[in-house]
């Protein structure tokens, strides 16, 4: 059956094609793992709950016409559906504007692809009279983005230490008769880790903007943090800051160590170096090849060269060809995979891995608590105006204890 193509609609019940969608979606093999999936199945099995009427206001008996004795099926799914389950959404289930957004936007991704599947006809769920009860994305409010909790913190900084312990160990460890090309392979995966467990840390506990730390395509000031950037004797790293201005961050103790054994590892032939280079094989290998050219190689000699090295990264640290910084995307992609490979338990409507502004988020959290708005307004690089207001959830909730004492205070007198 060709993509578009309805099927039999009055035969095709909705939860039959949930395992299927959610494999499509799903990673690892045969498709059951991922945070995506799991949130995805259980806002489907909710909205499948709630087609049968079993969800929603008391007078509300689903989406089967009350004279017909079967389950839904696709037969019975039209915009009009949609519109009802978005003013479901928004109803009075207590939940924020853009959390009802984020949970519509799971049952429109399975609308779209049941017309990719031949199940429905039309995207439905994303035309207009479907989203007109939906209300208006309410943006960032002080308490809504993502912040690490030491929990989550601790929990991938754990995964990475561990991961980059055994993995260094394995290439140290090789016998001296090692062939040179796996020797090669195991240097390769213990630079690669060492580096994720770098960035990993430095996202985690210096505060610094990830769009400071690493490449923007879009503005060639944006670089990506060098060697020649970083001071870990004394602790700083310098960083073009959102102000548009070089400035020192800190280094805390925690990301010395894993930036020290890295570099140690990785023996930079230039302190111009990134300190997060990509690891990408295509831009390496066209990367090396444009620049041993530049220097009068001939491409079969160049050919040659790459031959003897089991990854080009490993030819541009012999040769000096420095490689571009990793972007803030690469960053995300990092941060998705281990978040997945160190299976934290992540309940946010917007992301469904550890995003990289979380770490920031996450230690302004500790030091509002631990120092107050005007060291966290230090640390952060922000106004303390501005702290106080993003972390404005923080002081209503130390105030809603200090009532809390204060009524129980009051209610022992009595």
């Known amino acids: 059956m060709t993509p578009g193509t309805p099927r039999n609609r009055s035969e095709q019940s909705l939860t039959n094609s949930f395992e299927r969608y959610l494999q499509d979606k799903g990673k690892g093999r045969g498709g059951d793992g991922g945070n995506y999936r799991r949130n995805a199945a259980r806002e489907l099995e909710r909205f499948a709950e709630w087609a049968a009427g079993d969800r929603g206001d008391n007078?509300?008996?689903g989406i089967v016409p009350a004279d017909a004795d079967r389950k839904a099926t696709f037969e019975d799914i039209d915009e009009r559906v949609f519109r009802e389950y978005a003013r479901h959404l928004g109803g009075d289930r207590?939940?924020?504007?853009?959390?009802?957004?984020?949970?519509?936007?799971?049952?429109?991704?399975?609308?779209?692809w049941c017309v990719n599947e031949g199940y429905?006809?039309?995207h439905y769920a994303q035309r207009a009279s479907a989203m007109a009860p939906l209300p208006e994305d309410d943006?960032?409010?002080?308490?809504?983005q993502q912040a690490w909790t030491s929990a989550q913190r601790h929990a991938l900084t754990r995964h990475v230490d561990?991961?980059?312990r055994d993995v260094v160990e394995a290439y140290t460890t090789l016998p001296e008769d090692t062939d040179l090309l796996d020797k090669q392979r195991a240097r390769y995966a213990a630079l690669k880790v060492a580096r994720d467990r770098a960035l990993v840390f430095v996202l985690a506990y210096t505060a610094v903007r990830v769009g400071e730390l690493l490449r923007d395509p879009n503005d060639p000031r944006r670089r990506g943090v060098r060697w020649e950037d970083l001071s870990l004797d004394e602790g700083s790293m310098d960083v073009y800051r959102k102000k548009q201005q070089w400035d020192a961050a800190s280094l805390p103790d925690p990301v010395i160590s894993p930036l020290r054994s890295y570099r140690q590892l990785m023996d930079p032939p230039t302190e111009r170096w990134p300190v997060f280079p990509t690891f990408d094989q295509r831009t390496l290998a066209g990367l090396v090849q444009n620049e041993l050219a530049d220097r009068?190689?001939?491409p079969k000699a160049i050919t040659e060269?790459?031959?003897?090295?089991a990854r080009d990264l490993l030819l541009a640290l012999d040769e000096d060809i420095r490689p571009p910084s990793i972007t803030t995307d690469g960053a995300r992609s990092i941060l998705q995979r281990l978040s997945e490979a160190a299976d934290i338990d992540i309940d946010h409507p917007k992301h469904d891995y550890l995003a990289p502004h979380g770490g920031r988020r996450g230690m302004g959290e500790v030091l509002v608590r631990a120092f107050g708005y005007t060291v966290a307004a230090r640390y952060l690089d922000n106004s303390e105006e501005m702290v106080r207001e993003r972390y404005s959830h923080i002081e209503a909730g130390e105030l809603g204890d200090v009532a809390t004492e204060a009524l129980e205070e009051i209610d022992t007198l009595r």
């Open 296 to 298: 009068g190689e001939r």
């Open 305 to 309: 060269r790459r031959e003897e090295y």
């Open 59 to 61: 007078d509300w008996t």
């Open 120 to 122: 429905l006809e039309a």
């Open 162 to 164: 561990e991961q980059t």
């Open 94 to 112: 207590g939940l924020k504007q853009n959390t009802v957004q984020t949970y519509y936007r799971y049952i429109s991704a399975w609308c779209g």
């Open 139 to 144: 943006g960032r409010k002080p308490g809504d």
